[in-house]
Every structure is written in C-alpha cells, then in structure tokens.
C-alpha cells in the first residue's frame, strides 16, 4: 500500500512539472508588456529546469526592449545573447534552443547582427519536429511561428 501511494505521489509530481514546462512555454509566448515580461520573470524565477533555460534566458534579454538606458539594453541583450548560445552549444539537440534562437533573432535589430542563424534554426527545427517531445499543440505553434517568419524575413 505505501508504495502505491509512494508511486502515486510521484506521477502527480511528474504532472505538475509537465504542466509547469507547458506554463513556462505558453508564458512565455504571451508576453507583450513589459508587466507580461515582469510577471513571466517570476513565474520562472528559481525554476532550475534545463529544459526551459532558453526561455529564461530569452525573457532576460527581453528587459532590453523596456530599459531607458542604451548601455542597460546593451547589457541585457548582450548577456541573455551569449547565455543563448552557451546553451545550444552545451545541448545540440534541444530542439527549443534553436527555436527560441530564432524567435529573438526574428525580432532583435538588425544592426545588432545577430540573424545569423535564422535559416539552419528554421532547418534545425523543421528537420527535428516530429521527433520532438513536445506537446503537439506546441508544435503547431512553433510551426506557425515559423511561416510567419519565413513570410517577413527573405531567407
């Protein structure tokens, strides 16, 4: 009996993470204010999940867009940009590194140079989609997002 309610225990634990990485994902694609931003920052404050680390890092650099001073937005890009890249480059196979990368890449300026990947992101992720376990809803999402960049972006 008590390893029935031990294994139980566990499974609802599994689900909450699960459903707290949906949270995570889904927040973090509904931010548009910087109350959003604020608000996203503390629901993924203390969350120590690699899974959800390019989102983090993603929203980090987005204080950039809500700071006044230039030297503060170089900094927060600048900071959450080598961040990003650290974790592609230690996780190669995370399909939503490459996709959070492109997700900021499509939207930072271009003189800051930083759209480089933006077409072996749009690969990598195509490519490794299907295979992915994500929820499919999210997948759709993220496919979505992708045409929508290919149609503003010449790529």
């Known amino acids: 009996m008590r390893w029935l309610v031990v294994i139980g225990f566990c499974l609802i634990s599994l689900l909450s993470l699960a459903n707290g990485v949906n949270d ?92 480089e990947n933006m077409e072996s992101d749009i690969s990598f992720v195509n490519e490794h989609i299907g295979e992915a376990e994500l929820p499919d809803t999210y997948k759709q999402l993220m496919k979505a997002n992708i045409t929508k960049i290919r149609q503003n972006y010449t790529l």
């Open 24 to 115: 995570v994902r889904i927040g973090f694609h509904s931010i548009g204010s910087e109350q959003d931003l604020k608000d996203f920052l503390k629901l993924v404050e203390g969350i120590d999940d690699t899974l959800l680390v390019p989102y983090q890092v993603a929203a980090s650099m987005q204080r950039a867009k809500y700071a006044t001073n230039p030297f503060k937005k170089l900094k927060y890009f600048n900071e959450g940009k080598e961040q990003l890249e650290a974790y592609i480059i230690s996780h190669p196979n995370n399909i939503e590194g490459y996709y959070v990368r492109l997700l900021i890449q499509s939207e930072v300026p271009a003189f800051l140079g930083y759209n």
